[in-house]
């Protein structure tokens, strides 16, 4: 099984589950898992008696909604007779707007997709829309019929204990055809194009400030970003927010970058929200650098190169969030105070990331 290092957290855990090995790949500097990457890794593992099978592709990805190379994937899969399944929990909803739908080409190729119209389509948790090329492969795969099970008219209706694991599921369809009922098609575009919109406002108040960073382009909702310098300003910021109760975001590791997700979400966001909130993140931003430039008895330049910052010790608590998008290849470990590195990389009180050798921390 394969995907995208930038892929959610449930992917990995899917293959877990199935006991199969999961290959997971680096994308590109535009955070796109690309079809070369993946025809080498499939290569290589038939070179070394695997069989590849399965390939989760994101169109638009957790920590910074990135989409992969959906093109050259799917033309590989269809080459090496792969199952391709898209994973567009977030961005699926987008695809209502005729002039977001551009990242989708190459759906052609896909043998299943899924979004989640809970996440922007103005509907409550849970709800999960999946569309398959070939049901029969579906249901024969999952199909059981004990005589206990077996009804009269089992022949005029779909029985969707033969689509998923669970035997029975709740009547989800019907908050999708009351939200459609009251938006409308034309309602759920206004609000999607809304906030396009206003995260594109979001992003020059940020960027007029010099401060900041923009960590992947913004194409949808979301928009991340960084206090320039080492990971612990950035990610000290979003401790200090969230523990002001006025706004509220998660982080994610890009790279060897932490980053701090804004996304739109409210119905009634405005252009004052998008200001309101630019103004209440670089007032905790002032605060936090004033921080750090009285403990280290230096002043802190705007533009000061990361290696310039040389910070000795300083203490904090974390709480990693439930929706803290998964950052492969860490681990948590317990410390009572917090050791940073000339490189930014960091150990904390609670728990923390630690990447790469841990020899110069």
Request: with cysteine; glycine share 4%.
């Amino acid at each position: 099984m394969y995907t995208s290092k930038l892929a959610h957290s449930c992917v990995e855990k899917a293959g877990m589950i199935a006991m199969v090995k999961t290959r997971i790949l680096e994308p590109d500097d535009n955070y796109s898992l690309r079809g070369n990457t993946l025809e080498k890794a499939i290569l290589d593992d038939i070179d070394n008696g695997l069989v590849p099978f399965f390939v989760s592709c994101t169109l638009g990805t957790t920590s910074c909604c990135s989409f992969d190379n959906l093109v050259e994937i799917g033309q590989l899969c269809c080459r090496e007779g792969v199952y391709l399944h898209v994973d567009a929990a977030y961005a699926g909803s987008a695809l209502v707007c005729e002039e977001l739908r551009y990242f989708s080409n190459g759906l052609e190729f896909v043998d299943s997709f899924n979004f989640n119209p809970n996440k922007w389509m103005l509907m409550n948790f849970d709800c999960s829309c999946l569309w398959v090329k070939d049901k029969f492969k579906l249901t024969e795969a999952l199909s059981v019929d004990p005589i206990y099970l077996r009804y009269k008219e089992m022949d005029k209706a779909i029985d969707y204990r033969h689509w998923g694991i669970a035997l029975s599921r709740r009547f989800r369809s019907l908050k999708i055809w009351f939200t459609l009922r009251s938006y409308g098609v034309e309602g759920i575009q206004k609000y999607i194009r809304e906030h396009v919109r206003l995260a594109k406002i979001f992003e020059k108040l940020i960027l007029s400030d010099d401060r900041f960073e923009i960590m992947g382009k913004v194409s949808l909702g979301l928009v991340c970003f960084r206090l320039k310098g080492p990971n612990f300003l950035s990610q000290n910021l979003l401790f200090e927010l969230n523990d002001s109760g006025l706004i509220h975001m998660v982080p994610s590791m890009l790279g060897h970058k932490y980053v701090i997700r804004f996304c739109v979400n409210s119905e009634r966001a405005s252009e004052y929200d998008m200001q309101e909130a630019s103004r209440i993140i670089k007032m905790y931003a002032d605060s936090v650098i004033e921080k750090y430039e009285l403990e280290n008895g230096k002043i802190f330049a705007k533009e000061c190169p990361e290696a310039a910052l040389k910070l000795k010790r300083m203490r904090f608590s974390l709480s990693k969030m439930a929706s803290d998008p998964k950052s492969y290849n860490q681990r948590k470990v317990m410390r009572t105070p917090t050791i940073f590195a000339e490189t930014g990389k960091y150990l904390a009180k609670k728990c923390s990331f630690v990447q790469d050798d841990e020899d110069s921390i």
